[in-house]
């Protein structure tokens, strides 16, 4: 089975400007997360996504948001970039409860 | 709520070396445990991980144990290799919710 897909591998966006991330599951797993990885916060949950439905949502601003389609691939957008925003944006899928994730390779956006 | 508490790094260890690094949680219920390494530039790989009470999970020589009466989670390693270093990430998960991260061990091994 291929990974956790995550595209682009890199990004260099400009201070208000709006990104969008992409995230392709492993193929059955229908849950999505995603998290923040910075070198002063660490590993911070973003949201999980589950057929579809956000379930839950971390302590994020409204700038933050996500989807996920039918075929289970998932998206993250950042509006109104700012410059605490650069930061490893890693992407999980797991197949159910109690189960492992398997991450994705991030996508690391400099916000500039 | 749910936490993870880890050992504070770096560590730097010399090759063939023991290697344990301290991870304790908080749990309101009885999560699973993992641990995930991350290489430089990577995403995070599953190393090893316990779904029950005195579970012991293990790989590639890493071994932890659930430990519920001490609500620990302790990653070990009876001689380490230059190729394990890494940062080591402890987790807990309550079913369904997200993943509780400790904020990460840095490992060196030098030749």
């Known amino acids: 089975k291929a990974g956790v897909t995550q595209t682009p591998r890199y990004l260099i966006k400009t201070r208000g400007q709006q990104v969008t991330l992409s995230c392709s599951p492993i193929s059955g797993h229908r849950s999505v997360s995603w998290y923040q990885q910075t070198p002063g916060q660490g590993l911070q949950f973003l949201f999980e996504?589950?057929?579809?439905?956000?379930?839950n949502k971390g302590n994020f601003p409204g700038r933050f948001s996500g989807r996920q389609f039918s075929n289970s691939r998932s998206e993250m957008n950042v509006s109104t970039l700012e410059l605490g925003d650069s930061a490893l944006y890693l992407c999980a899928s797991r197949e159910g409860a109690h189960t492992e994730a398997f991450f994705g390779q991030g996508t690391r956006l400099t916000v500039v | 709520g749910n936490s993870v508490t880890q050992m504070e790094g770096p560590v730097t260890l010399s090759e063939e070396a023991f290697l344990t690094i301290n991870c304790t949680y908080t749990a309101t219920g009885y999560p699973s445990l993992f641990w995930y390494v991350q290489y430089p530039g990577e995403g995070l790989q599953l190393l090893l991980k316990?779904?029950?009470?005195?579970d012991k999970g293990s790989n590639k020589g890493f071994e932890a144990t659930y430990r519920k009466e001490t609500t620990s989670f302790h990653l070990e390693k009876g001689s380490v290799q230059v190729s394990d270093s890494a940062v080591y990430f402890c987790?807990?998960?309550?079913?369904?919710?997200?993943?509780?991260f400790g904020t990460g061990t840095s490992l060196t091994v030098i030749p």
């Open positions: 996504y589950f057929s579809e439905t956000q379930r």
């Open positions: 316990a779904t029950k009470a005195d």
């Open positions: 987790a807990l998960s309550m079913s369904v919710d997200q993943f509780y």
